[in-house]
């Protein structure tokens, strides 16, 4: 290819609607332009990196003998309300778009395709014998993000890889899961991308276990947190570790202590000279569920813990049998339009009273009531009296009159314990998310009654696995990782070209006669090469080859008549003065061509 018909266009000045540093080099670099907020055109130099990508992703899917399909994009909602899914995608914050076709029917465009593919299974799939199964495709998605941003990092349209096995049981569903792990590995590496694999949440995806494959990088979204030895990595969201021994509270005659204002617990603390971890912390929380009600919610942690609100939705949807649609901390708002009478914020206690919240019909009657593992143990503690400027202090948990569910919804963080390892403390890193593995187990196989028949002949659900890599995510991902001052640094293996040849002086005979026989010479060797046959400065060629990124450099320039060419290492900064056949001869095993 040569630039002079790859309409190449790139900008010098940081585009204002770019906030991080790969939307910048991407929108600088020509490789994207922005439609609207979350919409995006592939121009040429990306859509070369997405087939690379694409090819490495299908070959080594293949090795895994795994079948490519295309599903469709719009998709009836009947199948969504079947699964319990299309009110939370749909309604609220929900990221489906929907419409209704010149019948009225309800349509969405497919965020994600485990409703479709499992519906279309039990239409094909009937006995063990035709089992496992694993099914892929590779398409363009839609997510009505409430804030697209950070170019194709979150946006409403991108392209996907998404995949779904199919197995008689469990053991059989864990295998492929194992196996599918080891592919996105092999893909990964072979994309040139530093990254781990951490335990995750599975989010609206839901399922028994998932993992993430995260590129570490500063500007990820993902907090991850990770083992000095590095052989624990979870997702924040996800993490589990063993906090440090708090300062004890002395045993004594409970009793109630005026606190004139002191709402927050350094406030408290500040006043009375206690210590966060003496106190038992409360928190009002609202969940609102899909059968649209809400639930009141008393949540009881340690002082100098915060609450994970990941966890504990996945806690109260565990106990209703209900998907939680929201969770937020309860309001005055809410005092005011009357769903829960006035609660004495920053003096609340585990035992606050079911008879604050009114008659609402949306509103269920009882709190339920969480406390973390971190203050179950307590046998001293400080708490809300529930009532304004008052605490209680030497209490203890056979003195609060009401039973809650004890469980862990706490915030993991830096310098807690492993808990694999109690000798190894977690450290933390940030993360861009580019693939995830689910174990959905036989979820979607009951709601949609997708059935097999079993060796005994009897009818059984499917156990389903899910796995996704975002395409479009992952060359992003690739440019935050992989670039410097001066543009992208592409990895080779997915490089819109492996080389740009740079002619310095195009109205030089010589420099154009021995840039094209490089050219085509790296052709005949199958080099995915690039001839910058501009009539441009040199340095203006130079500028744009750093900025998009080619990882090898050949510039033909003054040494042309003496047969030399400077070969220079995008990512390394080195420069080689080289004969042709030299240069031929390094690219070709560097290409291994």
């Known amino acids: 290819m040569r630039v002079s018909r790859l309409m190449l266009n790139t900008l010098r000045d940081v585009p204002a609607e770019a906030d991080i540093i790969s939307h910048q080099l991407l929108v600088r670099g020509g490789f994207i332009k922005r439609l609207t907020g979350g919409i995006y055109a592939y ?46 995608y749909t309604e609220g914050e929900g990221i489906m778009f929907s419409l209704k076709d010149r019948q009225g029917k309800e349509l969405g ?39 697209p941003r950070f170019g194709l990092m979150r946006s409403r349209e991108f392209i996907m890889k998404d995949a779904y096995s199919f197995h008689a049981n469990e053991n059989d569903l864990q295998s492929t899961y194992s196996e599918m792990r080891n592919a996105y590995q092999n893909i990964f590496s072979k994309c040139g991308l530093d990254f781990v694999c951490v335990e995750a949440d599975s989010g609206a995806i839901g399922g028994a276990a998932s993992q993430e494959f995260m590129v570490t990088a500063e500007s990820g979204e993902d907090l991850i947190l990770i083992s000095s030895d590095g052989k624990y990595g979870a997702n924040q969201e996800k993490a589990v570790s063993i906090i440090e021994e708090g300062e004890l509270l002395e045993i ?11 709402k927050t617990i350094d406030e408290l603390c500040n006043h009375n ?36 609100d990941i966890k504990l939705s996945n806690e109260i949807s565990f106990k ?58 307590l046998k001293s503690f400080i708490c809300g009296s529930n009532n304004k400027d008052e605490h209680k202090i030497f209490y203890n948990w056979s003195l609060i009159n009401t039973e809650h569910l004890t469980c862990d919804i706490r915030k993991a963080q830096l310098g807690d314990r492993c808990i694999h390892d109690k000798t190894q403390k977690l450290k933390e890193c940030r993360g861009i998310e580019i693939g995830h593995i689910f174990q959905l187990g036989t979820k979607y196989s009951k709601s949609l009654n997708a059935t097999f028949t079993n060796e005994k002949g009897i009818e059984e659900n499917f156990w389903m696995g899910c796995y996704g890599i975002g395409i479009s995510r992952l060359a992003q991902a690739a440019v935050e990782q992989n670039h410097d001052d001066l543009g992208i640094i592409w990895p080779v293996s ?12 195009i109205k030089n005979v010589e420099q154009t006669c021995l840039a094209e026989e490089i050219y085509q010479k790296l052709l005949e060797n199958r080099v995915d090469a690039l001839l910058d046959d501009r009539d441009e400065r040199a340095g203006i060629k130079f500028k744009d080859a750093d900025l998009i990124g080619i990882p090898w450099r050949i510039v033909v320039g003054r040494e042309a008549s003496s047969g030399l060419v400077e070969l220079h290492n995008r990512k390394a900064k080195v420069t080689e003065s080289l004969n042709v056949g030299s240069v031929l001869k390094k690219l070709s095993e560097e290409f291994n061509t």
Not at 48 to 61: G, H, M, N, Q
Not at 115 to 137: A, D, G, M, R, W
Not at 280 to 291: E, G, P, Q, R
């Open 320 to 377: 209703l049998k209900q998907n939680v649609l929201e969770i937020r901390t309860i309001s005055y708002e809410d005092i005011e339009n009357q769903g829960i009478n006035n609660i004495p914020f920053g003096f609340i206690g585990p035992d606050l009273s079911d008879d604050l919240i009114t008659k609402s019909k949306e509103w269920e009657k009882k709190f339920i009531r969480i406390a973390d593992n971190s203050v179950k143990d």
């Open 43 to 88: 121009m040429p130099l990306l859509w070369k990196v997405l087939k690379k990508i694409t090819l490495i992703v299908e070959e080594e899917l293949s090795t895994k003998g795994c079948l490519q399909t295309l599903l469709p994009q719009l998709q009836p909602s009947d199948i969504w309300e079947k699964s319990g899914r299309w009110k939370s």
């Open 252 to 262: 004594d005659e409970p009793s109630i202590i005026k606190t004139p204002n002191q």
């Open 273 to 308: 000279n206690f210590h966060p971890s003496q106190i038992v912390k409360v928190i009002a929380y609202l969940a609102t569920c899909d059968n649209n009600k809400k639930y009141p919610i008393l949540v009881s942690i340690r002082g100098d813990q915060e609450v994970n």
């Open 494 to 505: 997915i490089a819109p070209f492996e080389v740009i040849i740079v002619i310095a002086n």
């Open 109 to 147: 465009l497919g965020p994600t395709h485990e409703e479709v593919i499992t519906h279309i299974i039990s239409q094909t799939i009937h006995s063990y014998k035709q089992l496992p199964i694993n099914i892929f495709q590779i398409q363009t998605k839609f997510r009505d993000e409430i804030r």
